[in-house]
Each structure stands twice: as C-alpha cells, then as structure tokens.
Nanobody, 120 residues
Framework: QVQLVESGGGLVQPGGSLRLSCAAS????????MGWYRQGPGNKRELVAL???????NYGESVKDRFTLSRDSAKNTVYLQMNSLKPEDTAVYYC??????????????WGQGTQVTVSS
C-alpha cells in the first residue's frame, strides 16, 4: 500500500505564491508517476501537473508558466510551486501517484486533498 501525505495549502492573496508538498510512504518499486489534480467548486477534477516515471512533466493549460512541479526521488516527494495565483486557482488540490509495490500491481493512489484559497 502507498499513502500520500499532502501539505502546504492555505489562504493567499491574488498574485501570491504557495508551495505544496506530497510525500509518498510505503513500498514503491520501479518507476512511477506522481503529481497534482484539483477540483474547484462546481468543477470536475482537472490536471494541474504530473511527472511521469521517466521525468516528463505535463501541465494543465491554465497553470502553464505559473506553476512548477519538481520531484525528489530519494524522498518519493513532489513539490508544486504555485506563483502568480489567481482566484480561479481556488480549489482542493489532490496528490496522486500511479505506482506498484513489491508484490502488488500498478495502482492509482490519491491523497486526501489540501485546500488552496486565493482571495483578497
């Protein structure tokens, strides 16, 4: 089993910055993808940023050039640096990973979510 622990959400003014962290614990074997999705009020869950097992990063269109995803593979942790935040970035941000254990197949795991609110 893999557990995801998210941190770093909160309230920030428009134009401000926040950094989210997501640490995966448990036994992870081989390559894995990891990243962030978000769900705003009344919206469907959407991709924010995702890094593949071989290091390719994809960003959602609405966050390109403002958000940066990075990974510390030694710590099984990803970081999402969010700059120039806008009110429309307000959402619950969910970490996910597609990973396998030593004796378990690849599976999609989700964190519990962290609230990001952008408001003056």
């Amino acid at each position: 089993q893999v557990q995801l622990v998210e941190s770093g959400g909160g309230l920030v003014q428009p134009g401000g910055s926040l950094r989210l962290s997501c640490a995966a614990s448990g036994s992870i074997f081989g390559s894995y993808s990891m990243g962030w999705y978000r769900q705003g009020p009344g919206n469907k869950r959407e991709l924010v940023a995702l890094i593949s097992g071989d290091g390719v990063i994809n960003y959602g269109e609405s966050v390109k050039d403002r958000f940066t995803l990075s990974r510390d593979s030694a710590k099984n942790t990803v970081y999402l640096q969010m700059n120039s935040l806008k009110p429309e970035d307000t959402a619950v941000y969910y970490c996910n990973t597609f990973a396998r254990g030593e004796n378990t197949p690849y599976k999609l795991y989700w964190g519990q979510g962290t609230q990001v609110t952008v408001s003056s």
